[in-house]
């Protein structure tokens, strides 16, 4: 469909300001005579005409749908819905002094002509506007083409000329031994040297900004962690490449609510060993690095990071886990993609398996896959792999999360299980403590009851 142009205020024929003090009645009054004045709602009329003759001009199909289309543009773009924002837009762009000229002169002859005529003039503008830019526009090619071959160049020796600066970026693998960290300034606790603590403690170190908003979501969870972990040896650092003058005040601001060590990267050293190292570009980012020195888990603090906690510390973690993870996480794309093809049954049961086998271990990971395979667009959907991850998500946190109760619920009601499906909801909705999150399970438990589900 050709785009729609709703430039309403372009119709009026005035430049229009946004209002930012408060109007009297006698100028919101005095707004609507000009609005009169000026044939607003004869203008609407001919701006719902002209989009509709634009969309479905030359279009046979679309010409058929002429009558939906102007009932639409009609039912919202009329005089009695838009006259009160108008009249306030107005008010705030002209004093009383000009609204009242500007109503004389529309109640002119020569300002009822403008008023008549100012839709047709905008286009003869723009058409004698075009056209006068389309006759020399080669000309505009040959200098843009020209620019952009000097600039390129320009680039590509600002490249090489970085490129001999720029430290290489040694990649890193899970099970690796974790960098040091290079640090210009600690802002909050003592400094820390990993290779100090090895033998002793847990390190997360995590990337972060002030202006980041997911980060700052984080900082509560970071904070708690720490607290939990502490006498269990575990060092919470976060790291931003911010300068001190931003970060300090934050962190000061922050109080006790960010109880944990903060520091100021150098140069962006600790983020290319660290971020880079793992092709990593996003933040919130946290690595975990054990007593033994090794990077062992790798992912946002928000996502598992007490989990890992809770089993690094009690030496029970293993980072081939997170390795398998990575693997079932590439393997999911591949998956997706086949599973656009409603022939290709017997491979995508082939490739579930293997991302049960792979993920398995993971709850996230498990209920991630299921409920994509319960409310994605697919082509064919395993339905009972996605019973199956959803059943093991809940085992593996001893159905105390609402979130996964509430994808197995759905995995059994759409494998025909409802009696089944409608407890675990209910187990679910009992769970959660907020208003919105029950009001959310308690639609999800009335579309099992009647069979009927959103994506949702």
Known sequence: MKTIALFVTLLLCLPLAAQTNVISPARLQAAVQLLDAMRTERQLQRTVAKIVEEQTGGDPLM????????????????????????????????????????????????????????????????????????????????????????????????????????????????????????????????????????????????????????????????????????????????????????????????????????????????????????????????????????????????????RVLERVTAGTFDPTEVQKLERARELLSAYQGVAQIAEEQELLKIMGARLLALGGHDPAFLNEVAWSLLTDELAWRDLALAEAMAAKACALTQQKEASLLDTYARALALNGKKAEAMAIQEKAIALITDKAGQKTLRLHLKQIKNGKFGKK
């Not at 090489?160 to 600066?165: D, L, Q, R, S």
């Not at 890193?172 to 100090?196: C, E, S, Y």
């Open 63 to 306: 010409e058929k749908t002429t009558d939906l289309m102007t009932a639409f543009f009609a039912k919202y773009i009329n005089y009695s819905n838009l006259k009160p924002r108008l009249a306030e837009i107005y008010a705030a762009t002209f004093n009383d002094d000009e609204l009242q000229a500007l109503t004389v002169f529309y109640q002119s002859p020569a300002g009822g002509k403008m008023s008549e005529v100012g839709i047709d003039l905008q286009e003869q503008v723009m058409t004698v506007t075009h056209g006068a830019a389309r006759e020399h526009v080669d000309e505009l090619r040959e200098q843009m083409q020209k620019r952009m071959a000097e600039l390129t160049k320009a680039e590509r020796a600002t490249d090489k000329k970085t490129a001999k600066k720029t430290p290489k970026v040694v990649p890193r693998k899970i099970g690796d031994a974790a960098p040091a960290l290079a640090i210009t300034q600690w802002i909050k606790g003592a400094a820390v040297d990993l290779a100090a603590g090895k033998g002793t403690n847990v390190y997360v170190v995590e990337f972060w900004a002030t202006w980041c908003g997911p980060c700052r979501r984080t900082i509560p969870h970071l904070s708690a962690l720490q607290r939990d972990y502490k006498d269990k040896g575990v060092v919470m650092i976060g790291i931003s490449d911010e300068e001190a003058a931003t970060v300090m005040p934050f962190v000061e601001k922050m109080g006790t609510n960010m109880e944990y060590t903060i520091a100021l990267d150098r140069a962006k050293e600790t983020a290319r060993a660290y971020m880079r190292a793992f092709a990593v570009e996003g933040i919130p980012h946290a690595f975990v690095v054990d007593k033994e020195g090794k990077i062992v888990w790798q992912g946002h603090p928000l996502d598992g990071l007490d």
